[in-house]
């Protein structure tokens, strides 16, 4: 199965088990960022991200350039309220 094909899956999956309104919200929010044109400016995969620095898990600031200098680096990006 290809990512594309999970992803998809994935989705179709949410439809599932989140409720109708809350799902419509959701998509509705997710069509408006892609109407705003922010997708067509997402990083696409094989794009080089800008570098950046972030809180780790010690507190200690963490640049993407020290890790990326040490082997690849994998971001995910998490969509919710804590």
Request: aromatic content about 6%; overall charge positive.
């Amino acid at each position: 199965m290809s990512l594309q094909e999970r992803l998809d899956q994935i989705k179709e999956g949410a439809k599932a088990r989140i409720p109708g309104p809350l799902y419509e919200v959701m998509a509705k929010a997710t069509a408006d960022l892609v109407a705003a044109g922010l997708a067509a400016r997402a990083v696409k995969v094989g794009d080089r991200m800008p570098a950046f620095t972030l809180p780790g898990v010690s507190g200690r600031r963490v640049a993407s350039d020290a890790l990326l200098a040490r082997g690849p680096l994998v971001v995910s990006f998490y969509r919710g309220r804590w």
